[in-house]
């Protein structure tokens, strides 16, 4: 995959009218939310920020400073992604990190509790890349669990 320069991103967020999301991938760049975050601090424009996959926290073992990632990130904070996963522990691969929601032992409800006591009020999606067992299923447990993570949250 071709990597943008910095020029070319700025151009595209002064030109364009969409909101564009640094997105945090184990093959550029930006491998964790404070990699995206330096660069739409330096592209300096309003409509791009940063997203938050909990996923890539955990693979590059940011878990422990999740709190400080979220209060850094909240001003352009604009998408975070949820799934089950376990504690990150050595040789862990992505099929221990990315788990149907309610599966795994990392503490989501905790991290979701984390993000609504620093105010983040954006979209939370749910990381489903190459998850094991049946598609349909594996969303019905997710939904399960969202709702049950939500009765926990509150208003």
């Known amino acids: ?14 030109v364009l009218v969409f909101v564009i999301t640094v997105v945090p991938t184990l093959d550029a760049a930006t491998l964790t939310t404070a990699d995206a975050l330096r660069v739409a601090k330096q592209v300096e424009r309003p409509n791009v920020g940063v997203s938050l996959n909990l996923c890539h926290e955990l693979m590059t073992d940011q878990g422990p400073q999740l709190d400080a990632t979220i209060r850094e990130a909240l001003p352009q904070l604009m998408v975070v992604s949820i799934n089950g996963a376990d ?19 990392y503490d989501v409800d905790g991290f979701l509790k984390k993000l609504k006591t620093a105010g983040y009020q954006g979209p939370v999606g749910l990381q489903c890349y ?26």
């Open 87 to 105: 504690d990150k522990q050595p040789g862990y691969s992505w099929d221990r990190l990315i788990q149907p929601l309610g599966q795994g032992n």
């Open 130 to 155: 190459n998850v094991k067992g049946d598609p349909l299923e594996n969303l019905k447990q997710s939904i399960q669990a969202w709702r049950k993570y939500q009765e926990q949250l509150g208003p």
């Open 1 to 14: 995959m071709p990597k943008l320069s910095f020029s070319v991103l700025i151009l595209a967020a002064t």
